[in-house]
């Protein structure tokens, strides 16, 4: 049978360490690098501060040209808006030989109400 996305992200929880917002940001203050793998508009629309943006589609390929990710020894806390693209993204890091990535539990959506700091952009003004 064959196996669906929801299948695919509840097998990739089970293969990594999920943070929750606390945690994460308790990382993050220690240096961890924050790597969003939402789409670019998703991103543009709001973010964790000194997040790296590499959509979910691409992490394999631009893996080895972003220094941030290559540099093993130090914490990746990876998201998404829930969380399902980011446990993917965690498992896929993992195999790349970054042991230290852990996912967001609950995603860019938790983080947010946790009422933790987002960068937005300004809003343009046409005026």
């Given at each position: 049978?064959?196996?669906?996305?929801?299948?695919?992200?509840?097998?990739?929880?089970?293969?990594?360490?999920?943070?929750?917002?606390?945690?994460?940001q308790a990382?993050?203050?220690?240096?961890?690098?924050?790597?969003?793998?939402?789409?670019?508009?998703?991103?543009?629309?709001?973010?964790?501060?000194?997040?790296?943006?590499?959509?979910?589609?691409?992490?394999?390929?631009?893996?080895?040209?972003?220094?941030?990710?290559?540099?093993?020894?130090?914490?990746?806390?990876?998201?998404?808006?829930?969380?399902?693209?980011?446990?993917?993204?965690?498992?896929?890091?993992?195999?790349?030989?970054?042991?230290?990535?852990?996912?967001?539990?609950?995603?860019?959506?938790?983080?947010?109400?946790a009422?933790?700091?987002?960068?937005?952009?300004?809003?343009?003004?046409?005026?």
């Open positions: 049978m064959a196996k669906t996305s929801h299948d695919l992200v509840l097998e990739a929880k089970s293969q990594i360490r999920e943070v929750d917002p606390g945690a994460a990382l993050i203050a220690a240096g961890a690098v924050v790597l969003d793998v939402r789409e670019p508009m998703e991103f543009a629309a709001g973010h964790l501060p000194g997040a790296l943006n590499i959509p979910r589609g691409m992490l394999e390929f631009r893996f080895a040209a972003t220094p941030e990710l290559t540099q093993t020894a130090r914490p990746i806390v990876v998201y998404c808006k829930t969380s399902g693209r980011a446990a993917l993204a965690t498992v896929a890091l993992q195999q790349m030989g970054v042991d230290t990535a852990v996912s967001l539990a609950g995603g860019f959506d938790a983080w947010a109400e009422g933790l700091q987002i960068d937005q952009p300004a809003p343009v003004d046409f005026e």
